[in-house]
Nanobody, 120 residues
Framework: QVQLVESGGGLVQPGGSLRLSCVAS????????MGWYRQVPGKQRELVAD???????NYADFVKGRFTIARDNAKKMVYLQMNSLKPEDTAVYYC??????????????WGQGTQVTVSS
């Protein structure tokens, strides 16, 4: 069984910064893409950023220039550095990893989510 656990969320003032972390554990043969998504009540979960196994990154337009995604393959971790935070960034943030538990299967796994609140 593969599990993802996020950390680093919390309350921050507009213009502030947070760094989210996500670590994978369990039976893992390899990990392909990693990503961060966010969701607010009444809205669909949306992509924030993702990163491929060779380090290629992709960002949603609303976070370009403010957020940075990175990964550490040895630690099986993905990070999201969030700078210049805005109230509209308030959401539950989820990490996702495309995991090969073995040579024959590939699945998307999700973390439990971590709350980010941007408010004065």
């Amino acid at each position: 069984q593969v599990q993802l656990v996020e950390s680093g969320g919390g309350l921050v003032q507009p213009g502030g910064s947070l760094r989210l972390s996500c670590v994978a554990s369990g039976s893992i043969f390899s990990i392909n893409d990693m990503g961060w998504y966010r969701q607010v009540p009444g809205k669909q979960r949306e992509l924030v950023a993702d990163i491929t196994s060779n380090g290629r990154t992709n960002y949603a337009d609303f976070v370009k220039g403010r957020f940075t995604i990175a990964r550490d393959n040895a630690k099986k971790m993905v990070y999201l550095q969030m700078n210049s935070l805005k109230p509209e960034d308030t959401a539950v943030y989820y990490c996702k990893m495309m995991v090969w538990p073995n040579r024959w299967s590939q699945y998307d796994y999700w973390g439990q989510g971590t709350q980010v609140t941007v408010s004065s």
